[in-house]
């Protein structure tokens, strides 16, 4: 992938790390990117999140046990190795999971995760506040 992917998100009305699967599939070239839990067996390894690619999708595991703002991150970084091409939509079967971070790709999905919590975070507060001023109810 060439250029910055949060350049091309196309971000939907309503922000949040569920509603923007769609559109990181769209940028990633894949079908779908599904959101899953890690299986029982595997909560207990350490391990926050893991993306699977298979068949033309991609699935997002992340470990239940985990904070809320930690769920988010762990996402937000999963999708960070989705959009800079990390997995390839076409490969048969494909893993990226967080082992490494003075990997060059962790690094980058690391910046790219917290770049994309500021942008949902920022339009979430623009949100509230366009409410407030055209005296929409609160939520």
């Not at 009305?13 to 769209?26: D, F």
């Not at 703002?69 to 494909?94: C, F, Q, V």
């Not at 967080?98 to 919590?117: N, Y």
Request: aromatic share 8%; proline share 4%.
């Amino acid at each position: 992938m060439t250029g910055d992917p949060v350049t091309q998100i196309r971000w939907p009305e309503r922000v949040s790390v569920e509603n923007l699967a769609a559109e990181i599939a769209r940028i990633g070239g894949f079908g779908t990117v599904t959101l899953e839990t890690f299986p029982d067996y595997m909560r207990d390894t350490g391990v926050s999140g893991v993306t699977l690619a298979r068949d033309g999708n991609a699935e997002v595991f992340v470990n239940p046990g985990l904070t809320d703002l930690n769920r988010k991150l762990t996402i937000l970084h999963e999708y960070a190795h989705i959009l800079h091409g990390d997995l390839a939509s076409d490969d048969e079967y494909a893993i990226m999971h967080r082992s490494v971070f003075d990997d060059p790709r962790e690094k980058r999905a690391e910046e790219t995760g917290m770049r994309l919590l500021f942008e949902i975070q920022q339009r979430e507060h623009d949100t509230d506040v366009l409410r407030f001023i055209g005296g929409g109810p609160g939520e």
